[in-house]
């Protein structure tokens, strides 16, 4: 990667950022009384909107937890949840269908490494089990792994699958917190959240101990000796 890649990348989200302050000074920032009102107003163009934004920023490596608080703040616990789902995995399968039409040729370079190297041999050979417990650990980011499954050969029905069942518990537990617009996170969400991580580890553990092909094992043993 070029060196002045990033240092354009950070002068540019500085700016931005300057830029929505200043206008926030001159115009006002709207409250949340005001963000409610206007996507009432908004009828069914604000949900539409909202999926189709969220699917389009989350495919590249913006974290969508803004997306899933904003969800449960603009439309509610009920209607966010399923908004926010329909956002994810809309995002998932771009990306998915992204990487495998460019030969992952765009991200690859980005997916080097040994947990990288790991994850992909579990995704090729344990598919649902896999997509789902990686899902479920939060400390996993959502568009790496879209990646990482799009680089690997898990198949389509496993990954959307396993997508589904894995973004549903947090993706519950941040919409509600969004709804009740609090200053800090309720203990039950936070015990959701550990609980759906916990789980997510598990699953990751019994994928980890379950054999995989001689040819991948020795590979990925050849690469580990390589590194070393």
Same mark, same amino acid.
């Given at each position: 990667?070029?060196?002045?890649?990033?240092?354009?990348?950070?002068?540019? @989200?500085?700016?931005?950022?300057?830029?929505?302050?200043?206008?926030?000074?001159?115009?006002?920032?709207?409250?949340?009384?005001?963000? &409610?009102?206007? *996507?009432?107003?908004?009828?069914?163009?604000?949900?539409? @909107?909202?999926?189709?934004? &969220?699917?389009?920023?989350?495919? *590249?490596?913006?974290?969508?937890?803004?997306?899933?608080? =904003?969800?449960? #703040?603009?439309?509610?616990?009920?209607?966010?949840?399923?908004?926010? #789902?329909?956002? *994810?995995?809309?995002?998932?399968?771009?990306?998915?269908?992204?990487?495998?039409?460019?030969?992952?040729?765009?991200?690859?370079?980005?997916?080097?490494?040994?947990?990288?190297?790991?994850?992909?041999?579990?995704?090729?050979?344990?598919?649902? #089990?896999?997509?789902?417990?990686?899902?479920?650990?939060?400390?996993?980011?959502?568009?790496? @792994?879209?990646?990482?499954?799009? @680089?690997?050969?898990?198949?389509?029905?496993?990954?959307?699958?396993?997508?589904?069942?894995?973004?549903?518990?947090?993706?519950?537990?941040?919409?509600?917190?969004?709804?009740?617009?609090?200053?800090?996170?309720?203990?039950?969400?936070?015990?959701?959240?550990?609980?759906?991580?916990?789980?997510?580890?598990?699953?990751?553990?019994?994928? =980890?101990?379950?054999?995989?092909? &001689?040819?991948?094992?020795?590979?990925?043993?050849?690469?580990?000796? &390589?590194?070393?």
């Amino acid at each position: 990667m070029k060196w002045w890649r990033p240092v354009l990348a950070g002068i540019g @989200l500085v700016a931005v950022i300057a830029a929505a302050l200043l206008v926030a000074r001159v115009y006002g920032a709207p409250g949340v009384a005001d963000l &409610q009102r206007l *996507t009432t107003e908004a009828g069914i163009w604000a949900p539409l @909107l909202f999926v189709g934004l &969220q699917a389009a920023v989350t495919v *590249t490596p913006v974290p969508r937890t803004v997306f899933t608080l =904003a969800a449960g #703040l603009l439309f509610g616990s009920a209607l966010g949840i399923v908004l926010t #789902l329909a956002g *994810t995995t809309l995002a998932a399968l771009l990306a998915f269908v992204l990487v495998r039409m460019t030969g992952g040729r765009l991200v690859e370079r980005y997916a080097r490494g040994s947990a990288a190297r790991w994850a992909r041999i579990r995704l090729d050979h344990h598919g649902v #089990l896999a997509v789902a417990s990686m899902r479920l650990v939060p400390a996993i980011p959502f568009s790496v @792994l879209n990646y990482l499954c799009g @680089l690997s050969a898990v198949r389509f029905w496993p990954y959307l699958v396993g997508t589904v069942v894995g973004i549903v518990p947090g993706t519950v537990a941040i919409v509600v917190l969004g709804d009740a617009v609090t200053g800090r996170p309720s203990p039950a969400l936070i015990v959701v959240s550990v609980i759906c991580g916990l789980v997510g580890v598990a699953g990751i553990v019994v994928a =980890a101990r379950r054999p995989v092909p &001689q040819d991948d094992g020795a590979r990925e043993a050849d690469a580990a000796r &390589q590194e070393a």
